[in-house]
Antibody, heavy 118, light 107 residues
Framework: QVHLLGSGPGLVRPSETLSLTCTVS?????????WGWIRQPPGKGLEWIGS???????FYNPSLKTRVTLSADTSKNQFSLNLTSVTAADTAFYYCARHGFLDRIDLWGQGTLVTVSS | EIVMTQSPATLSVSPGEGATLSCRAS??????LAWYQHKPGQPPRLLIY???TRATGIPTRFSGSGSETEFTLTISSLRSEDFAVYFCQQYINWPFTFGQGTKLEIK
């Protein structure tokens, strides 16, 4: 069975960089699929952040594109999110997920709450 | 980007009854629509994709319909485990966008 487990700091200072990692078990990220991040601020809707293929092809939400970088470490079967210059508006549950190219999201990770506060 | 609008925001239904949730896209998305169920403390779960195809393990009481810009998720004979938030998503184009969700609560 395939599982996605997100990890990272639960608290980030304003103006700093939010860094999260998703560890995939039960499936090699090099075997296919796109691997992405979606977030949900408390009490609000879902926002797709971006997705990547293991080879490096990436797609980002234009609203976040200037601050987001996705990367993968295939040796560890992990992919990561870096979001720079965070503000309180970036406080959210962050989910890692798997999907095909322009396709439904068939697997979601548990979700990591990240709070931006000094 | 494509805006997805769900209605109603909250739906109160008694167990055993049926529920109909709506999702509208701001432009044609043909059949590139999915529905997810989200319960507190759990990751979202894929219910329906390609408008009407149930994901693996999803009970037949969940069904989807619609086309182009208007879509519906129907849940027949609600069970206690069905009370959750449901949201739709389009995947015809980047960026993926989601509806704001419909909270299905026990009446």
């Amino acid at each position: 069975q395939v599982h996605l487990l997100g990890s990272g700091p639960g608290l980030v200072r304003p103006s700093e960089t939010l860094s999260l990692t998703c560890t995939v078990s039960g499936y090699s990220i090099s075997s296919g699929y796109y691997w992405g991040w979606i977030r949900q601020p408390p009490g609000k809707g879902l926002e797709w952040i971006g997705s990547m293929y293991h080879s490096g092809s990436t797609f980002y939400n234009p609203s976040l594109k200037t601050r987001v970088t996705l990367s993968a470490d295939t040796s560890k079967n992990q992919f990561s999110l870096n979001l720079t210059s965070v503000t309180a508006a970036d406080t959210a549950f962050y989910y890692c997920a798997r999907h095909g190219f322009l396709d439904r999201i068939d697997l979601w990770g548990q979700g990591t709450l990240v709070t931006v506060s000094s | 980007e494509i805006v997805m609008t769900q209605s109603p925001a909250t739906l109160s239904v008694s167990p055993g009854e049926g529920a109909t949730l709506s999702c509208r896209a701001s432009q044609r998305i043909t059949s590139n629509l999915a529905w997810y169920q989200h319960k507190p403390g759990q990751p979202p779960r894929l219910l329906i994709y390609a408008v009407s195809t149930r994901a693996t393990g999803i009970p037949t009481r969940f069904s989807g319909s619609g086309s182009e810009t208007e879509f519906t998720l129907t849940i027949s004979s609600l069970r206690s485990e069905d009370f959750a938030v449901y949201f739709c998503q389009q995947y015809i184009n980047w960026p993926f966008t989601f509806g704001q969700g419909t909270k299905l609560e026990i009446k």
